[in-house]
């Protein structure tokens, strides 16, 4: 009788350790260490300040580019307006999708707002003063280079083309490439709403 009970309580612990585990979310994307967010203080595309502290409570999906870009940044976008679409209205009305750009000296606050409305009027289109930018590059681990483009486009900009979400806690949580399904990236979304 007392192996049974042994066996009986090591059984509801063994269901509470893994009721525990059924709770965390399981990522598509690469699992991050739910470090606090770097805080992005900027100015969006309608000269409205915009602090990534003020989103608590929201999902945030944070992308650098440049609006000049040939094809990393508009297939992002596109990409990244399909996974907004993919939730339901009561999930996008918890959501901030938020562009930061990394072409400041192109990237004006009109032409922000004319290239992100391409993909989504309710998205953010982030610039500032290279001080104000510089930092939050350097805390997202964001590279990018100026390089020569051909006479039309004048320069292009090597980059990288991470996709970071961010939880309701302010925390980074999952990171995507750019080229990762929008169903994978959606559902991580989901996770994090959940």
């Known amino acids: 009788m007392r192996r049974l009970r042994t066996a009986l309580a090591v059984l509801a612990l063994a269901g509470t350790s893994l009721a525990g585990c059924a709770r965390t979310p399981h990522f598509t994307g690469v699992t991050l260490r739910g470090k606090p967010a770097a805080d992005v203080v ?19 999906i944070l992308f650098f580019g440049y609006t000049h870009c040939p094809d990393v940044c508009p297939a992002t976008m596109a990409q990244l307006a ?46 500032g003063s290279d001080a104000a930018l510089d930092p939050i590059y350097h805390a997202y681990g964001e590279y990018h280079t100026r390089q020569p483009g051909t006479s039309a486009s004048g320069y292009l900009m090597a980059h990288t083309g991470a996709v970071y ?12 490439g750019w080229q990762d399904p929008a169903p994978n990236v959606a559902a991580d979304v989901r996770a994090l709403l959940s």
């Not at 918890?94 to 930061?100: E, K, S």
């Not at 004006?108 to 992100?116: E, F, K, Q, S």
């Open 42 to 60: 900027l100015t969006d595309q309608r000269g409205a300040p915009f602090r990534l502290d003020a989103q608590r409570g929201r999902v945030v």
């Open 165 to 176: 979400l961010i939880d309701p806690q302010g925390r980074l949580r999952v990171l995507h």
């Open 82 to 127: 399909r996974v907004y679409h993919t939730l339901a209205p009561a999930e996008r009305a918890q959501v901030t999708v938020a562009f930061v750009t990394i072409d400041p000296q192109r990237d004006t606050r009109a032409v922000l707002g004319r290239w992100v409305d391409l993909f989504d009027p309710h998205f953010e289109a982030l610039t």
